[in-house]
């Protein structure tokens, strides 16, 4: 009796979650197959489930805007400025987004590695004020910072650059958190080991520390890519000219200025979500254990 | 013997301060140039009058009287209170049903679920919300086809476009967003539940409620605690919806504190005042998480 109830119970659930997962697919299947439907079929009374005829009108017009540089290279101090070739601006934008979301990652992961395993593995006055720091950081609202953040940047002269999103990303300390959690679990007496060898620092953080952090490295990698990718907030208010937008700002200005060609503006939307969700499929496993990790005494 | 030890271990400490604080260099420099210190300028630009090519000016506590005078600012904390205590409850218990039934499927399928669950999040706040743009329009939009044709609504609705309805859309799609890292959490944490425990229990013919209540939802209320805090933290921040879809209109009724530090200082460079609803933001965040860690170490 029980056991036929326990059962009957999962049928009816494991029913409910696959409708249910069918509805929280359904934004991306429309995204993608709008960017695809032809101007009609988009403003029709009842929509196509499927669209009747694949067009690339949408990308067609998408591609056919402003042009823009594929990139440009600024070398600080000596004013040269190095410039590619004319390319449509969308492609502008997930080049600068590329670049965004890789430089982050690198940076990031290399800042955290260190400092995850030095707050993980040494004693140091300090080290617990600043993992309280860190956490207290962690807790709180990134937004809150912009304002003075923005008013930092122009000062630095760095508004309207790349860096301006980059250097705050690499800042958050989620990161450090995340890599001390691995850290801790490096066994002490193999630092003894190296110690007694007389293995410098350095070498000990590169040959032993740093092969058994490699997963937590791994997780984080993936982690700050997909969310510098999709920062949008940071982005728009650090970001203005048409040549400096990442993919998200340059949906929204789409958005803005179409307001309802939503063929078009669906084109840009694949063409800013395809990419990550490939990545983020690809990576999902170090990217799950990266969300776990980061939890655990969190 | 002693005092030769004591020396070494002095010289060793030495090492070790001086190579944590090596390692810990680079990310400290980004840390505190680029979190710490504009949180401090935060606080302290909260005191001032303060906008673009001008001194600032000291005024004390006057934007923090001005806000609590500001009807739009309080209509916009009463908002985002309204999304928070809507969405946290119902992003925890529904993360936790869903996580509940799929971390037992068999293979590669509890993969599959929450994969698909974590897809808003992945797909990026800018192109998930251009879609439900496009879904709630007037005239375009799928709602209203399919509320029509299902006889739920006997004309179209501008569902964005109406006070009754417009918080209510945005925090359908906040929850869509909202639920993916809580299931992953969930998953794992059900993973690591002891299963000679539950396998006890069943024997001694406990039942599917009291095997849950009475064995793992102990085990699993650290991640609980967490993902209270992660989702309270996220419906305070909600703001690209906002800002892309209803601007905090139609007449204010989806203004949120985010979106209006957001208005305040970038539409009309009222820094100082942004500021101050920043920091009142973030005080009221500390407050919130500080209770939800009390109560969860109570019992």
């Given at each position: 009796?029980?056991n036929?109830r326990t059962?009957?119970?999962?049928i009816?659930?494991?029913?409910v979650?696959?409708?249910?997962a ?21 403003n029709?009374?009842s ?5 009747q ?8 017009k ?11 290279f600024n ?5 040269l400025?190095l ?7 969308a ?9 965004m ?7 990031t992961c ?7 395993y ?8 300090g ?11 962690m ?37 450090v958190f ?12 193999m630092?003894?080991?190296a ?17 058994m952090?490699k997963?937590?490295?791994g997780a ?5 890519f ?10 728009l208010?650090?970001l ?5 937008l990442?993919i998200?700002?340059g ?20 063409l800013?979500?395809v990419?990550?969700i ?19 005494k969190? | ?15 070790e301060?001086?190579?944590g ?12 140039g ?21 001194e ?13 005078h ?26 936790l ?7 037992d499927l068999?293979?590669i ?19 998930v919300t251009?879609?439900w ?11 209203n086809y ?10 179209n ?5 109406d ?14 967003t ?14 690591n539940?002891d ?8 024997v ?12 793992k939802?102990p ?10 805090v ?6 305070f ?12 209109g139609?007449?204010?009724s ?8 957001y ?37």
């Amino acid at each position: 009796m029980s056991n036929r109830r326990t059962k009957a119970y999962k049928i009816f659930s494991v029913t409910v979650i696959t409708i249910l997962a069918i509805l929280f697919a359904f934004p991306l299947y429309w995204i993608i197959t709008g960017s695809f439907k032809t101007a009609k079929a988009i403003n029709a009374p009842s929509p196509q489930w499927w669209p009747q005829t694949f067009v690339l009108d949408n990308y067609q017009k998408l591609f056919s805007r402003q042009l823009a540089p594929v990139w440009e290279f600024n070398i600080p101090f000596l004013g040269l400025k190095l410039t590619g070739p004319n390319a449509p601006a969308a492609i502008r934008w997930l080049v600068n987004t590329v670049f965004m979301a890789v430089v982050s990652m690198i940076l990031t992961c290399a800042t955290a590695a260190m400092a995850g395993y030095a707050l993980a593995k040494k004693r140091f006055t300090g080290r617990t004020l600043l993992i309280t720091l860190i956490v207290c950081a962690m807790a709180l609202p990134k937004q809150v910072i912009l304002i003075p953040l923005l008013r930092e940047m122009s000062s630095l002269n760095l508004y309207n650059t790349i860096w301006a999103v980059i250097l705050p990303i690499v800042g958050w300390p989620f990161g450090v958190f995340l890599i001390k959690q691995f850290a801790e679990g490096i066994p002490s007496e193999m630092m003894e080991a190296a110690r007694i060898d007389g293995a410098s620092e350095w070498k000990t953080f590169l040959q032993i520390a740093l092969p058994m952090i490699k997963p937590g490295i791994g997780a984080l990698a993936i982690f700050t890519f997909i969310n510098s990718w999709n920062d949008y907030f940071m982005q728009l208010i650090m970001l203005s000219s048409t040549s400096n937008l990442t993919i998200s700002l340059g949906i929204a200005k789409l958005q803005a200025e179409n307001a309802t060609d939503f063929g078009l503006i669906m084109a840009g939307a694949t063409l800013a979500a395809v990419p990550i969700i490939i990545v983020f499929l690809i990576f999902q496993k170090y990217f799950t254990k990266g969300i776990t990790m980061g939890a655990v005494k969190g | 013997m002693a005092k030769e030890n004591n020396k070494m271990s002095r010289a060793l400490a030495k090492r070790e301060t001086m190579a944590g604080y090596a390692f810990m260099l680079p990310s400290l420099v980004f840390f505190l140039g680029f979190v710490i210190y504009p949180m401090v300028q935060c606080v302290i630009t909260s005191f001032f009058d303060s906008t673009m090519n001008r001194e600032d000016i000291f005024i004390g506590f006057q934007n923090y009287v001005d806000l609590f005078h500001d009807t739009v600012f309080l209509g916009a904390l009463r908002n985002t209170f309204i999304i928070v205590v809507v969405s946290v409850p119902v992003v925890c218990v529904f993360s936790l049903w869903v996580s509940s039934v799929i971390y037992d499927l068999k293979g590669i399928w509890c993969s599959i679920y929450r994969i698909i669950f974590y897809l808003p999040v992945v797909t990026g706040s800018v192109a998930v919300t251009v879609v439900w743009k496009w879904m709630f329009n007037n005239y375009y939009g799928i709602f209203n086809y399919v509320g029509k044709s299902l006889g739920l609504i006997q004309k179209n609705i501008n569902w964005l476009g109406d006070e009754k309805y417009a918080l209510g859309c945005i925090i359908l799609i906040l929850l869509t967003t909202s639920v993916g890292q809580p299931i992953v959490l969930y998953v794992a944490a059900l993973n690591n539940v002891d299963q000679s425990l539950v396998e006890a229990a069943q024997v001694d013919g406990a039942t599917r409620f009291q095997c849950f209540w009475r064995i793992k939802w102990p085990q699993i209320k650290p991640t609980t605690l967490y993902i209270l805090v992660i989702t309270t933290i996220n419906s305070f921040q909600c703001f690209a919806l906002i800002q892309l879809l209803t601007s905090g209109g139609p007449n204010h009724s989806t203004d949120t504190i985010m979106y209006y530090i957001y208005y305040n200082a970038f539409k009309l460079y009222k820094y100082g005042y942004g500021n101050a609803m920043g920091v009142i933001l973030a005080v009221i965040i500390a407050i919130l998480s500080g209770i939800q860690f009390k109560a969860a170490h109570s019992d």
